[in-house]
């Protein structure tokens, strides 16, 4: 068997050298070929969103998963009688600082993330430091009661299952208009699910924050 696996190698190697690779033949851009199949400048969104939608249908999935993972293991567990905060005034003014700037580069890379460098996960990740900067200047109480008021728990779902059902009609083959290259309604669905999973690890983060100070007392 030992010698099997020396001559799949080899002929492997061999392949290589012999057999020319498609993108280095002259007038073919794999670049090119996909700002032409999703119709945005950002082809990083394109494969996430399109060439590899499978793969990111199950990366939501997960993350899912995980939030309801750690809702599991610390169900039985006892809160903790006490919070960890920021106490001094120029930390508090410094972290809200910051959470009002990655606030709004969330939006930003949630909405023009199909243009530009971004998307919906570093838009999701971004939100979700907004939220643990204010997390840790704020009352835990005051935090939950917000998350309650505006039904974050449900929103995550719903935008999941948006996020499940528009890909699938993507994969079944039916695509909105790519509209104008480089327009902000451009690129067909891709804005949307950006937006969607911006949303999505946004809220997630913000309902796994929460689990973090309730039974661990810090972040």
């Known amino acids: 068997m030992k010698w099997v696996y020396i001559a799949a190698g080899i002929a492997l190697y061999i392949k290589f050298l012999i057999m020319p690779n498609p993108a280095s033949e002259p007038g073919i851009s794999i670049v090119e070929a996909l700002v032409k199949d999703g119709g945005i400048p950002n082809v990083v969104s394109t494969i996430i969103l399109r060439n590899r939608l499978y793969d990111t249908i199950f990366e939501v999935i997960v993350f899912t998963i995980a939030i309801m993972g750690a809702y599991y293991l610390l169900a039985n567990e006892k809160p903790s009688s006490k919070v960890y905060l920021f106490n001094d005034q120029p930390s508090i003014v410094l972290a809200r600082l910051g959470a009002t700037i990655a606030a709004m580069v969330s939006i930003e890379l949630a909405i023009r993330g199909h243009l530009s460098p971004g998307g919906g996960f570093a838009a999701g990740v971004a939100g979700g430091t907004a939220i643990g900067l204010i997390a840790i200047t704020s009352s835990p109480e005051w935090m939950q009661r917000i998350y309650k008021q505006w039904h974050a728990a449900t929103l ?64």
């Open 156 to 219: 995550e779902k719903v935008s999941v299952l948006i996020f499940i059902v528009l890909s699938a009609i993507t994969l079944a083959g039916i695509e909105l208009p790519h509209g104008e290259l480089g327009a902000l309604f451009s690129g067909g669905v891709v804005p949307i699910l950006n937006i969607l999973v911006a949303v999505k690890v946004a809220l997630g983060s913000w309902a796994v924050i929460l689990l973090f100070i309730r039974y661990r007392g810090l972040l």
